[in-house]
């Protein structure tokens, strides 16, 4: 009977862990639960009545934090990342298979400005079933992965054909435009990069205390949140700022010197009460 | 002997005849569904990009208010709130800060989307964006969310037909609401990629008893509003005298039109209390009724 017990008592456990809400961990990254959201469709089919702003009909959408304490993630690579499995515990399958690309993430993931952490969100999935309790997801991520990241700052020219290198990248000013937008001027200036597009991270104007100066949303554009994704085919790209920069002006360019590629499978459960999200700190199991 | 009392009894009990007699509480009809639910954590290091979901942290409930009969005219925010919430551990998500543990309720729809149905039974409903409740439990399964939404109803809409010319000054009643084109500016011509005309029409009177306004040609023909026509008119109600509503013409429409304009006659005031529960499955709400057909007339 004991031997009965216990062949059925360490699958339970088994079992139980894997249904707990809480992340997945793979080497040098864990992968958490963030967030969900789950909505029903108004009755009688109104498109224009919808349970939250910005979203239409019935779905599911999740929020998938991965965190790592070792290395600096670069961006994700959304081409071949997927959600490949989404059940509740009815068992009901929540991947829409017959979307274009199913399983596919929302195409603008965040990266955080210690490149620690990565925040992803589904696509809309299907909704659970009216008794469902807990949601599995399965699936893997490809990242670009640092050990370091380069952070240099160059004293330019403010003006068209000003160039400077680092990592093997290549910047040159193609245009400068101001406009008067009170009580500062924005300036906005075009550059090219020639070379390894993906080794790109942030490119900040700073003041002559070497302080940033005002680049509203560009500050918080760290640029690699698709890692090979869109924005590495193209070559051309902008910064603006408000204010004056010194003479000769100063930018401070973050770029990557080396990156590797990883995948990260995860398999991690939502409940209604979900983990707090926060980076794990030294020592923490 | 027996008679004096027996008659008694009867004159005594005419007026509570006349008392069962009262009007349906309108209220009874509109059931309250549970619409959504968006657990959110907090943002990655406090950043303000890396919230999950784009979303403030913590709890977001949305509801389906579906009314059978009444039609839907708005609702009251500063009538409307949520009075208990709690998890099924016994955690409380209403915040201790609020000073009577009660949270607004907001149109969980506010622009570009409208909150109410085009027919007017279906109103979207929820704890605002930036106010959402504290996180469930780690153990919870369900949240149960208690309060009373305080919604204007009507019976019908009235639809009038209206001749105008399309010209600052130009003014006409519907009953007790006058309209009047306060101004009219045409687009410059470096600007009329969307917009050829706009209106700017203010209202006088009970304008909460306004639903919308459509403009056609004299052969019926509809003009085409930019950002689609404005058929719901009432997302927040709440008794005002004066408004001032902005109509974009994408094309240049001709100088007389015929304006239709809804109005009802008369909005009640109702309190429906409700009680819901929210999980990670939620259940599919009832399909209301059928849409009513406005009643028309008109001095077109």
Known sequence: MKAIAKC??????????????????????????AGFEVRLAAPGGSDRVN??????????????????????????????SRITKVTDDTGKELLDTEENKPGKFWGFPHVSKDARALLLMSN??????????????????????????????????????????????????Q??????????????????????????????????????????????????????????????????????????????????PSLQEREIPFLINYRLGLPEARPKTSGEE | ?????????????????????????????????????KVITQAYQQESRMRPLLEKDGTHLAFFLVSEQSLLVGLHDEKSWLTRVVDDTGKSLLHEGDPDRRTRVEPGGLFPEPVVSQNSRIMALGTHFSAPLLLPARQANWIE??????????????????KITLKEGTSFRVDDLRFTIKERTTAEPGQREYVSLYITMLLEGPVEKFRRMRFFNEEGGLLELYGGNRDVAHMNWAEKNQREDYYAFEKMPPETVIARVETCSEIKEARVPFKNRF???????????PQPTAASSGSE
């Open chain 1, 8 to 33: 059925l008592i360490i699958p339970a456990c088994v079992w139980l862990a894997s249904v707990m809400p809480g992340a997945s961990e793979t080497g040098d990254f864990e992968v958490r639960p």
């Open chain 1, 51 to 80: 349970a939250f702003v910005n979203s239409r009909g019935a779905g599911t959408v999740l929020g998938i934090l991965v965190v790592s304490q070792d290395r600096l993630i670069a961006g994700i690579e959304p081409e071949n």
């Open chain 1, 124 to 173: 809309t999935l299907l909704p659970p079933a009216p008794e469902a309790r807990q949601i599995q997801v399965e699936g893997h991520i490809l990242v670009g992965v640092a050990e370091k990241l380069t952070e240099e700052t160059h004293e330019i020219p403010l003006e068209k054909g000003s160039s400077w290198s680092q990592d093997g990248l290549t910047y040159t000013i």
């Open chain 1, 175 to 256: 245009k400068i435009e101001h406009e008067r937008d009170q009580p500062k001027t924005v300036t906005r200036v075009s550059y090219r990069l020639e070379g390894p597009l993906e080794k790109r991270r942030q490119l900040l104007f700073l003041d002559q205390t070497g302080v940033p100066l005002d680049h509203g949303h560009n500050a918080e554009d760290v640029s690699h949140y698709l890692w090979k994704g869109s924005r590495d085919d193209d070559a051309e790209d902008f910064v603006s700022f408000r204010g004056t920069p010194p003479e000769p002006a100063i930018v401070q360019v973050q770029t990557w």
């Open chain 2, 1 to 37: 002997m027996l008679r004096r009392p027996a008659l008694i009894l009867i004159i005594a009990a005419l007026p509570l005849g006349a008392c069962s007699k009262a009007e349906p509480n309108p209220a009874e009809e509109i059931r309250v569904r549970s619409a959504g639910i």
């Open chain 2, 145 to 162: 969310a208690e309060g009373y939404f305080t919604l204007g109803l009507a019976e019908k809409f009235d639809e009038t037909r209206h």
């Open chain 2, 279 to 289: 999980s990670l499955g939620l259940k599919e709400a009832r399909d209301p009724a």
